[in-house]
């Protein structure tokens, strides 16, 4: 299986900071990596896909970049509705494991 | 606009038996692959269990391997999981979620409100 590695676990920004979040598969994935952001009590959304496409309704301030095993998720001036936790999901074979999530905070 | 309703999830006791569906609606069902994705109580997200748009292929985490049971019918634009063998360690938060494309290798682009399992004595 295909470990996914997420950092950090946690960080805390103020509103408009740029936030960087990265993953690292275990092995190459080549682009087949999404990005998701969960709020509590809610369902996860789809932000990015194929590592670097947004996804539709998706803000532009939020980016995708990598390939092969190194993935960064970054967005540009954090907004008050960011905050939430961000996972990664590698969808190049089975299972599709995700990383273990990233929790935006508040500072 | 894309539905996916969950219903099925309860209280069972460990070596119990439940079966999800997931009525799907607002696009084509047949045209894409589904899965489930389950999150246990203040955890992170586990991708469960996959199937292709025929139904003719299924994915597992080896987590659940010989105990679910994923299936679709198309006809009824519904999802399953049969849940057999039922362990505490599988008390989470059930997702239904509709892939991108056909094949289950793509991201997860719609997702349902969850149906809770809890498994306890």
Request: hydrophobic share 35%; charged share 15%; aromatic share 10%.
């Amino acid at each position: 299986d295909i470990q996914m590695t997420q950092s950090p676990s946690s960080v805390s920004a103020s509103v408009g900071d740029r936030v960087t979040i990265t993953c690292r598969a275990s092995q190459g994935i080549s682009s087949w990596l999404a990005w998701y952001q969960q709020k509590p009590g809610k369902a996860p959304k789809l932000l990015i896909y194929a590592a670097s496409s947004l996804h539709t309704g998706v803000p532009s301030r939020f980016s995708g970049s990598g390939s092969g095993t190194d993935f960064t998720l970054t967005i540009s001036s954090l907004q008050p509705e960011d905050f939430a936790t961000y996972y990664c999901q590698q969808a190049n074979s089975s299972p599709l494991t995700f990383g273990g999530g990233t929790k935006v905070e508040i500072k | 606009e894309v539905q996916l309703l969950e219903s099925g999830g309860g209280l069972v006791q460990p070596g119990g038996s439940l079966r999800l569906s997931c009525a799907a609606s607002g696009f084509t069902f047949s045209s894409h692959a589904m899965s489930w994705v389950r999150q246990a109580p203040g955890k992170g997200l586990e991708w469960v269990s996959g199937i292709i748009v025929s139904g003719g292929r299924t994915y597992y985490a080896d987590s659940v391997k010989g105990r679910f049971t994923i299936s679709r019918d198309n006809s009824r634009n519904t999802l399953y999981l049969q849940m057999n063998s039922l362990r505490a360690e599988d008390t989470a938060v059930y997702y239904c979620a509709k892939g991108g494309l056909a094949i289950i290798t793509a991201a997860v682009d719609s997702w349902g409100q969850g149906t809770l399992v809890t498994v306890t004595s």
